[in-house]
């Protein structure tokens, strides 16, 4: 679990492109809120059918038992180290754009001046 966070933080943080941040920060989340997802719209409880149609709740219902049969949840760790990172990857390009001066517009040079004869 150590080895596959420390691994899935470098390879994002080494990137710093906005692409791979918004891809962390998607896929991660969607799995780290798998759970939770899971269980407030797609469970039937009590006879309740759920909130989610059945073409997604099915789905969601096999993604999650299919990674929470894990030894140690790890999935939903990576998950969660993914979304911290991406999200760490857009805010320093984003304060890393806000640091950066503006271009500074050079002074106009001035005109040669000839003595007047």
Known sequence: ??????????AGWWTRSNIAGIGYVV????????????WAFA???????????????RP????????????TGAVY???????IVGLAILGSNLLKRRAQPAAAV????PEPQTPLT
Do not use: C, H, R, Y
């Open 1 to 10: 679990t150590a080895a596959g966070v420390v691994a899935v933080v470098a």
């Open 27 to 38: 896929v991660g989340g969607f799995v780290a809120t798998l759970p939770a997802t899971v």
């Open 43 to 57: 469970f039937q409880l009590n006879g309740k059918p759920p909130v989610l149609p059945d073409a997604i709740a």
């Open 60 to 71: 969601m219902n096999d993604w999650f038992f299919s990674l929470e049969a894990g030894v």
């Open 77 to 83: 760790t990576i998950a969660g180290a993914m979304l």
């Open 106 to 109: 050079a002074p106009a040079a």
